[in-house]
Structure formats: structure tokens, C-alpha cells
């Protein structure tokens, strides 16, 4: 299975190619995706959507056996437990090479394709508090001190979140 390649096709039961895509981004950018995907290549698209999470643990639980040939996820953490039980497959060069290195997995099994950004804005006159500690208002990532499935959700999917 791919975590995000487009161009991979597979046979379902419908007459011609098709690949059947786990979805667990918004599900109006995956179907600007697949309509763009459909029209360019003819390659029909079963869409199944969800949270990442539950389609992250349905894959581990299918194992190999999976019927997805794609899996869209809106965060890393799911893309690392895949990774760990070994339900990526490497993407073919001519994909990665579409990507910038610093957007992809080191084995090169997943690459991103959407830049998620969160932001707090506040008004440090307001609170004089913060302001007069001088803390800094960022969000922390928390350490990362399992594997797999304990791993904190709202991690930021930056290669620095992960260590590269």
C-alpha cells in the first residue's frame, strides 16, 4: 500500500482500473484530488472516508490483505504506526521526485501534499501576566514516548517534529 500516490492503480471489481483510497484528510481537497485524478487519468475511485486514526488501526487490522491502495491522512503519526508495522510500500521514484525531499518519508513511503498551519494569535497587552513572564505562547509538542498508536495526535507533521 502507498500512503499518498495518485498514480498507483489496482483492480476492483469495476470493468477498466481502480483504486479504492482511505481517506482521512478533508474530504474537499481528496475530492478535488480524485475528480482531477479521474478526468486526467480514466482510473475510477472508490473513496472511503474517515478519521485517520480509525482507518490507520483498519489497515493494521486488515494487514497486508487491505483493500486500500491509498491512504490520505491529515497527520504523521498514522503514517509512522503504518511504517513501523510495515503496510507502506515504497513510492516509485518518478513520484518522489515530484516532491521536495524535506516533504517525504526517509525510506520514501509517504509524501505530503497539503501544508496544514495553526497559529494562536493574542494580544500580550491583554494579558499582563504572560507578557510579564516573558513565556513564550507557542504550543509544545509533547515527547513522543511510544510507538505507534500511543503517539500524542496533534503532533505537527514537520520533518522537525520527527527528528530529521
Known amino acids: 500500500m502507498a500512503s499518498v500516490a495518485l498514480s498507483l492503480t489496482g483492480c476492483g471489481g469495476r470493468a477498466g482500473p481502480s483504486i479504492v483510497i482511505y481517506n482521512g484528510q478533508h474530504t474537499e481537497l481528496t475530492q478535488a484530488l ?14 472511503r472516508t474517515n478519521d485517520s486514526l480509525v482507518l490507520a488501526d483498519q489497515i493494521i487490522d ?8 491509498v491512504y490520505l491522512s ?3 503519526p498514522e503514517l509512522e504506526t ?9 513510492l516509485p521514484r518518478a513520484i518522489l521526485d515530484q516532491v521536495p525531499a524535506r516533504d517525504d518519508s526517509p525510506a520514501g513511503d509517504w ?13 500580550p497587552a491583554l494579558n499582563l501576566a504572560l507578557a510579564a513572564a516573558r513565556v513564550d505562547p507557542r ?3 509533547p515527547a513522543l514516548q511510544g510507538q505507534g498508536r ?3 495526535r496533534s503532533t505537527p507533521t514537520s520533518r522537525r517534529s520527527w527528528g530529521r
Open 111 to 123: 509524501v505530503g501534499i497539503a501544508l496544514r498551519v495553526s497559529a494562536l494569535v493574542y494580544d
Open 62 to 69: 486488515e494487514g497486508h490483505g487491505s483493500p486500500a491502495d
Open 150 to 152: 500511543d503517539r500524542p
Open 139 to 141: 504550543p509544545r509538542a
Open 74 to 76: 491529515e497527520n504523521s
Open 82 to 90: 503504518l511504517a513501523e508495522h510495515g503496510l507502506l510500500a515504497r
Open 34 to 47: 480524485v475528480s482531477a485524478f479521474t478526468n486526467a487519468t480514466g482510473i475510477a475511485v472508490e473513496m
